[in-house]
């Protein structure tokens, strides 16, 4: 079957993104995941995200669903919701400079989109991407309190055993923020896996290292369940945020710099959503066809 995607980043978090709003997808959309999303043996990205038509009647103008890399589907995608909204202003499919779409884990959002004049192309989108989920039995984490704030977390590995403080949140998908002095510093390729499936996350966790560097400005690395390293991760860096303001390290706005640039995030009141803004890039288009060996 013939396929046409799109490859897209936001602040260097790639993804494969295929419409359904014009050709069939496929049944088994993890599969296709696991095998478009290999950076040597297919098109390469941090997993794959389908764009597609909305139910009759419903309230949004389209549905996301994201695959990471190894096949899993997570509830959201913070750099991927921004991509989705210039995917459909870019194509046509919505021409409206204000977009809702529908989320596994987080419902339906609603995308601002900043456009190019000159172009008429989407170049950065602002997304309410609702009210982070507290209560520890819905992030889901068996860690004391809602939210488990600052907990000792700990891992083990060649032999030692180092405790983290973490502070668990989600935002549609799960998070665990480690404030610590200098993100550089932090082995995350180690024990990022670690953490990923530690028994205190039965649906495993996106693993975040955050440094405060002012009450407005942070720092962070990740490593993203399903998918390991990646340059950036849009729901962690709201994630970052919300433990930041309920730990008392940030103030309720914050420029956050990961490894692939920067997001703009806001959280004006307990209880209501986190906005979110940042670029979205179109990378180049291709057609993925496994029957042409
Ligand atoms: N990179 C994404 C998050 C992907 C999360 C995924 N790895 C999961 O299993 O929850 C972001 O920008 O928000």
């Not at 009141?269 to 803004?277: A, L, N, P, Q």
């Amino acid at each position: 079957m013939a396929l046409r995607f799109v490859k897209m980043h936001g602040i260097g978090n790639d993804y494969i993104y295929i419409s359904g709003f014009d050709q069939p997808i496929p049944d088994d959309p993890s599969a296709l995941a696991v095998r478009i999303a290999d950076r040597h043996f297919g098109v390469g990205g941090d997993g794959l995200i389908l764009v597609l038509p909305p139910e009759p009647g419903s309230e949004a103008d389209a549905v996301m669903r994201m695959f990471n890399a190894d096949g899993s589907e997570g509830g959201m995608c913070g750099n991927g919701i921004r991509c989705v909204a210039k995917f459909l202003y870019d194509s046509g499919y919505v021409r409206a400079p204000r977009i809702r779409v529908k989320t596994k884990g987080a419902g339906v959002l609603s995308l601002d989109l900043e456009i190019d004049p000159a172009s008429d192309r989407v170049r950065r989108v602002r997304v309410e991407m609702g009210a982070p989920i507290l209560r520890a039995s819905a992030i889901p984490t068996t860690l004391p309190g809602d939210p488990p704030l600052d907990y000792p977390i700990a891992v083990t590995y060649d032999g030692k055993t180092i405790t983290y403080r973490g502070t668990a949140v989600s935002m549609g998908n799960p998070h665990l923020v480690m404030f610590v002095e200098d993100v550089a510093s932090i082995d995350l390729e180690r024990i990022g896996p670690l953490l990923e499936r530690h028994e205190a996350f039965p649906d495993r966790v996106n693993v975040h290292v955050a440094q405060v560097d002012a009450p407005d400005v942070a720092r962070m690395r990740t490593w993203e369940r399903g998918s390991g390293i990646t340059l950036a991760c849009g729901t962690g860096a709201c994630a970052v945020l919300v433990a930041g303001v309920l730990t008392g390290r940030t103030a309720r706005a914050a420029r956050i710099h990961l490894p692939g640039g920067a997001l703009d995030l806001e959280w004006p009141r307990d209880g209501e959503t986190v906005i979110m803004t940042g670029p979205a890039v179109t990378v180049f288009e291709g057609v993925w066809d496994e029957s042409r060996v």
